[in-house]
């Protein structure tokens, strides 16, 4: 019974429900498991609830109502005032002021991109943390990172099922080609000259506060509809609540086992060099990835048919004369010069609004749910750099602030900034431009601008590089890879504390035994083979 008094003193695994075959004594295995089964209750009732993330969170989507319901007074306001068809005009200026306004016009466009990425990024946290919760609760929870637009729930009418996440993604869509629409240019025709000014247009507007909107109220709902283990982001916080509340079984034995392991019968292995990469460890990111580049192949396909049509359409459906060369090549627009095509869409009926925002979404869609996915390879890579924390001098801090894992990994921060600028620079190749007159619609013209769309494709280009390169990446050392992974995060972790470091916790014959503590541990011995607490008497497992 020694090694039982071990397993007890060091709080190590919880103990697997699958025996193996190799096992001389299948008794020893069930007292294992009931001593283990006791210390799990002792070990992981520290984790952190996470009510300051829930607090934030709450904060988050507090500040996306209020600017979703001034979107819909706005609108409600603009339309009442200058009707569905009207728009507000701020102020006007004289036509030598054109290149002031337009700049102004793109500055307030990125602006407004930015206040729907973090008022969408508020909305996604707390979605993302109630299909966690829902998944865990159906045990299906695998990673503590899903995708959460594309994973449902059981249940066809669940806030977190596949309708609700339907509609969840549309309005998503919507809610940044609304964005794009909102800012307009009026002309004011005078007797002698005209001036002209930036518009805010109504009816965008309302239907960007109502996307948003109903965003929250899926969102809220899909708490309200699931008891939330925790709201800690953390993989580690999530794994200690689901071993707690006896939801995750931790397997013995597996103390040298990696993610991509799983698969494979488990047991004794010795320690590696380098670790799998996450496009090998988690199978929806190679989904993602590839999507990526077929994005990236769409837009450049875009471009090279702008520029098809530009070369062999009669010129009367050309908006410039003016061929894509250096010269005419820019990061914003030039009106004068910009190699580009339009079309019109007659009238300003409902209809017409309805053929505009189908344009959009049916353009700006694979963009817009491109980047909502790339979410998950930042936070694996997030989890994965986390839980390496592990060997390093300064440990690893289990409990983490949520806006400092934003702002802290470059990864996170780089997904952050990309998502407004690249709907931005979307904005600029593809333009939606209301002819207005007097605050008045007049009718529509999409316009296509061949140097923004290849200015777009090269930042899609190193943006997919990029997380390519990084979803390609092998982490060196011995520690097992675990990508957010909660039961292999479940079999690694022995001891849990809030300050954790892995490494060498015990010798034995044949078996080592690696593991946490909370304080900082040898490394590994590359030469010898790890099982787990109590194993060294065992029977090497063939």
């Known amino acids: 019974m020694t090694a039982s008094s071990k397993l007890t003193k060091k709080s190590s695994h919880s103990s ?19 001593d283990a089964k006791f210390t799990a209750d002792t070990i992981t009732d520290f984790y952190d609830r996470g009510l300051t993330t829930r607090r934030y969170a709450l904060i988050g989507v507090a500040y996306a109502s209020i600017f979703s319901c001034s979107c819909i007074v706005a609108g409600i306001f603009t339309i009442t005032n200058h009707g569905v068809y009207g728009a507000a005009v701020p102020n006007l200026v004289s036509p030598e002021e054109d290149a002031r306004v337009s700049l102004q016009g793109e500055i307030l466009t990125l602006a407004l991109n930015l206040i729907v990425t973090l008022c969408t990024e508020a909305i996604g946290f707390v979605h993302a943390i109630s299909l966690r919760s829902a998944l865990a609760s159906e045990s299906r929870l695998r990673f503590n990172t899903n995708l ?149 192949a769409a837009c450049a396909g875009w471009a090279a048919l702008v520029m098809y049509i530009w070369d062999k359409v009669d010129g009367t459906h050309i908006f410039s004369s003016n061929a894509l060369t250096l010269q005419t090549w820019s990061f914003l627009p030039k009106s004068a010069l910009s190699n580009s095509m339009a079309y019109g869409m007659p009238g300003v009926n409902p209809e017409a609004w309805i053929l505009l925002f189908v344009n959009m979404a049916v353009v700006q869609g694979p963009l817009t749910l491109g980047l909502h996915c790339s979410e998950l390879i930042a936070n694996v890579i997030r989890d994965e750099r986390q839980w390496r924390c592990a060997t390093g001098r300064k440990g690893l801090i289990t409990t983490t602030n949520p806006l400092k894992m934003i702002f802290s990994h470059p990864i996170c921060l780089v997904l952050f900034v990309a998502k407004p600028f690249l709907h931005w620079m979307f904005g600029l190749s593809f333009i939606i431009s209301p002819g207005m007159v007097g605050g008045q619609l007049t009718g529509f013209l999409v316009v296509m601008l061949t140097a923004q769309i290849w200015n777009l494709c090269m930042a899609l280009f190193i943006f997919a590089l990029f997380f390519t390169f990084v979803a390609l990446r092998r982490p060196r050392g011995p520690q097992p890879a675990a990508y957010g992974h909660v039961q292999t995060l479940a079999n690694l972790v022995d001891e849990w504390s809030p300050m954790m470091w892995w490494g060498h916790k015990e010798d034995g014959s044949p078996y080592c035994h690696a593991g946490t503590s909370d304080h900082p541990l040898p490394d590994v011995k590359m030469d010898r083979v790890y099982a787990g607490s109590g194993a060294g008497s065992l029977v090497p497992v063939s």
């Open 16 to 34: 697997s429900l699958l025996a193996y075959d190799a096992f001389p004594n299948h008794q020893d295995l069930d007292w294992m498991i009931s």
């Open 148 to 296: 959460r637009l594309l994973t449902a729930a059981r249940g066809w009418y669940s806030p977190n099922g596949v309708l609700l996440n339907g509609i969840s993604a549309v309005l998503l869509i919507i809610s940044y080609s609304s964005a794009s629409l909102v800012v307009c240019f009026d002309y004011q025709i005078m007797s002698q000259t005209y001036e002209e000014g930036i518009a805010i247009a109504g009816l965008p507007l309302l239907i960007l506060g109502v996307a948003l909107l109903l965003q929250v109220m899926i969102a809220l709902s899909g708490i309200w509809a699931v008891k939330i283990l925790t709201w800690s982001s953390s993989p580690f916080d999530l794994t200690a609540a689901l071993v707690h509340h006896t939801q995750l079984t931790p397997v013995t034995f597996r103390c040298m086992r990696r993610v991509s392991d799983l698969d494979t019968g488990g047991g004794p292995a010795k320690p590696l060099e380098t670790q799998p990469s996450a496009w090998r460890a988690h199978p929806s990111i190679r989904k993602v990835i590839i999507s990526l580049w077929m994005i990236v």
